[in-house]
């Protein structure tokens, strides 16, 4: 298996500070209102598709959406 050779998958939850090192920001996808909240921007918003590692090394970035400041947008 993919476990057996050093692949692990990824664990990103939403409020996960933002690592370029790790996630993929989707481009023109934004977050929901209910997702976003003052304080919280530059944070992972949504996981979309799952990231992977290879012995401890990104092998593929985390697709993610990142929380944005709706006042601030205004």
Same mark, same amino acid.
């Given at each position: 298996?993919? @476990? #057996?050779? @050093? =692949?692990?998958?990824? *664990?990103?939850? %939403?409020? #996960? =500070?933002? #690592? %370029?090192? *790790?996630?993929?920001? &989707? %481009? !023109?996808?934004?977050? /929901? %209102?209910?997702? /976003?909240?003052? !304080?919280?921007?530059? $944070?992972?918003?949504? =996981?979309?598709? +799952? !990231?992977? &590692?290879?012995? !401890?090394?990104? *092998? $593929?970035? +985390?697709?993610?959406? &990142?929380?944005? #400041?709706?006042?601030?947008?205004?």
């Amino acid at each position: 298996t993919f @476990g #057996d050779q @050093g =692949v692990t998958l990824m *664990l990103v939850s %939403p409020e #996960d =500070v933002f #690592d %370029p090192s *790790l996630h993929a920001v &989707l %481009p !023109g996808v934004q977050s /929901t %209102p209910e997702q /976003t909240s003052s !304080g919280k921007e530059g $944070r992972v918003s949504t =996981v979309v598709k +799952a !990231g992977y &590692l290879f012995k !401890g090394e990104t *092998l $593929r970035h +985390a697709q993610v959406t &990142l929380a944005f #400041d709706t006042e601030a947008q205004a």
